[in-house]
């Protein structure tokens, strides 16, 4: 069998006579096929087979098992191939493994000329490639080491030298500058590479230098020793730096700063830290340095940084918060700002906050609209907040611990109801920010849908309302028509934030006592 990528290593498409072509055992589109003459690299050598095409049915494995056997190509086809056949081999992957296995002779011959260092063997997968060498432990290998024998190995990609493959005479054996010469064969083969390397090797090889572009040493392993190389080459090198590359740039941005002057900016960062820490250990109390590096830590492990601060701030009042409750937020303040507007209008005395958590709201509206609030919540870690949160802004409200409206007295009724419920869907609940899922999902989760409280407010309201009465209730983004479906006897509002986004729906229960009318607008 005549080997093609012997002669020219270019060669991708060929025609041959089908010699032998036998089925593999236990597989009925498998074939093994030999071939008068082949483009096919088998594996051998520390290289993988070539793969491709026979008459467009892939090739999924080349095999050779010695100089005389012959080259045995598996193919996966619906039947026997026979005839003139048609081969074609995959470029990419060839040009891929020609880069490593040339790069890889570069690199051994620089350790070779420095450390005397001779190759042991070849490994070069689709996703990693290294050499083993022996005697090259003469200096233990670091990273200044590495990028000195790299830039060596580039610097000799860069002068483009010609690659030579050939099978040569005994003569032009005696007279090539061979490291270990071995036993004149009619299968030997000699790469040279330039007038500086030849070595004995069956592979695959680029044309020149120049064609294996980069070559950069990944990390390394000595032991007893030798040295084992991990490195990549050509496109595989060129995919490593791009990245990384794109990281340097962007955290030199950072830094205002040139890529090239990145590691300097680093070390001035260190030293500004170093000396912080001393000025820390200096002037600050150990205890109040190891409270706040503690707080460094919690907020570093994506803590919540209100809880890590234990204080929040809403409608300009200070509140304590940690892990009972959920934490105030600025879109809250919008139901906040709408029932200090309706009790206005109602001239209101009382007003009920459900689901109060930290009793943010209610203690605005007691603070901000003078009101005497009421305030449930289901969970007692909650209710102890807000009772702690009235105290610290000098208000008084009436606390119930229960669902919704089922811990109030009987007959207690209000002209205004605020509520923000657990509102999120089952999706939103897988969607959330890591943050986020620190608070406590009894005040987050809604139902499958979002709107289980809201049918529940819809069905409870009513008895709890005086006739005239407003009930303000904090909404999803895009639950507005949903709730107000809920409530389409009560003349529902939709209220949006200053994005635009439906927040709250303002709704009003019909008067229900002779002469009465709707006493609020908005």
């Known amino acids: 069998m005549i080997a093609l990528y012997h002669s020219d290593p270019d060669l991708l498409e060929f025609s041959a006579e089908v010699r032998a072509c036998a089925p593999v055992a236990g597989a009925d589109d498998l074939y093994d096929v030999v071939l008068s003459n082949t483009a096919f690299y088998p594996t051998g050598g520390g290289q993988p087979c070539d793969a491709g095409t026979l008459d467009g049915f892939p090739v999924e494995d080349v095999s050779h098992e010695g100089d005389l056997a012959p080259i045995v190509h598996r193919v996966r086809a619906p039947r026997p191939l026979s005839g003139l056949v048609r081969g074609c081999v995959d470029k990419a992957r060839r040009l891929d493994f020609s880069q490593q296995h040339t790069g890889q002779h570069m690199l051994s011959h620089v350790l070779c000329e420095r450390f005397d260092a001779y190759s042991l063997g070849l490994h070069i997968g689709r996703d990693d490639a290294y050499v083993d060498l022996a005697g090259a432990d003469a200096a233990p290998m670091t990273r200044e080491l590495a990028d000195e024998l790299e830039a060596e190995v580039n610097a000799w990609i860069a002068q483009d030298e010609p690659v030579r493959c050939f099978f040569p005479t005994p003569e032009e054996l005696e007279a090539l500058p061979l490291r270990k010469k071995p036993a004149p064969h009619p299968e030997l083969r000699i790469v040279c590479i330039g007038s500086r390397e030849a070595v004995a090797c069956c592979g695959t090889h680029a044309r020149s230098t120049g064609q294996v572009q980069a070559l950069h040493i990944l990390s390394w392993q000595q032991?007893?020793?030798?040295?084992?190389?991990?490195?990549?080459?050509?496109?595989?090198?060129?995919?490593?730096?791009?990245?990384?590359?794109?990281?340097?740039?962007?955290?030199?941005?950072?830094?205002?700063?040139?890529?090239?002057?990145?590691?300097?900016?680093?070390?001035?960062?260190?030293?500004?830290?170093?000396?912080?820490?001393?000025?820390?250990?200096?002037?600050?109390?150990?205890?109040?340095?190891?409270?706040?590096?503690?707080?460094?830590?919690?907020?570093?492990?994506?803590?919540?940084?209100?809880?890590?601060?234990?204080?929040?701030?809403?409608?300009?009042?200070?509140?304590?918060?940690?892990?009972?409750?959920?934490?105030?937020?600025?879109?809250?303040?919008?139901?906040?700002?709408?029932?200090?507007?309706?009790?206005?209008?109602?001239?209101?005395?009382?007003?009920?906050?459900?689901?109060?958590?930290?009793g943010a709201v209610a203690v605005a509206l007691a603070r901000l609209g003078g009101l005497a609030v009421t305030a449930t919540d289901i969970s007692a870690g909650a209710l102890a907040l807000a009772r702690e949160n009235a105290r610290q802004n000098e208000v008084s409200l009436a606390l119930y611990e229960g669902d919704l409206f089922d811990a109030l007295p009987a007959g207690l009724r209000f002209p205004l109801i605020t509520c923000n419920p657990p509102y999120l869907t089952a999706q939103d609940m897988e969607n959330l920010q890591p943050e986020v899922r620190r608070e406590p999902a009894l005040a987050l989760f809604g139902g499958a849908d979002g709107l289980d409280f809201y049918r529940r407010l819809a069905g409870e309201a009513p008895a709890r309302l005086v006739p005239g009465g407003a009930l303000l209730m904090e909404i999803g983004s895009a639950q507005g028509e949903a709730v107000c479906a809920l409530f389409s006897g009560w003349n529902p509002k939709i209220l949006r934030d200053l994005n635009g986004l439906d927040r709250v729906v303002l709704a009003q229960r019909n008067p229900t006592m002779e002469g009465e009318e709707a006493a609020w607008s908005i």
């Open 223 to 358: 032991s007893h020793g030798n040295l084992r190389l991990f490195f990549v080459a050509g496109l595989r090198a060129l995919r490593w730096a791009w990245p990384r590359a794109e990281q340097a740039e962007g955290a030199a941005r950072l830094f205002s700063c040139g890529a090239q002057d990145l590691v300097a900016a680093v070390d001035r960062l260190r030293a500004q830290n170093a000396d912080l820490a001393r000025r820390l250990a200096d002037e600050v109390p150990a205890a109040q340095a190891e409270a706040f590096f503690a707080a460094v830590r919690r907020r570093a492990a994506g803590e919540p940084l209100q809880y890590v601060l234990g204080r929040a701030w809403f409608m300009g009042l200070p509140f304590v918060v940690d892990g009972r409750a959920l934490i105030p937020r600025q879109d809250t303040e919008l139901l906040c700002e709408a029932a200090l507007e309706q009790g206005r209008r109602l001239g209101a005395r009382t007003a009920l906050d459900l689901c109060t958590g930290t």
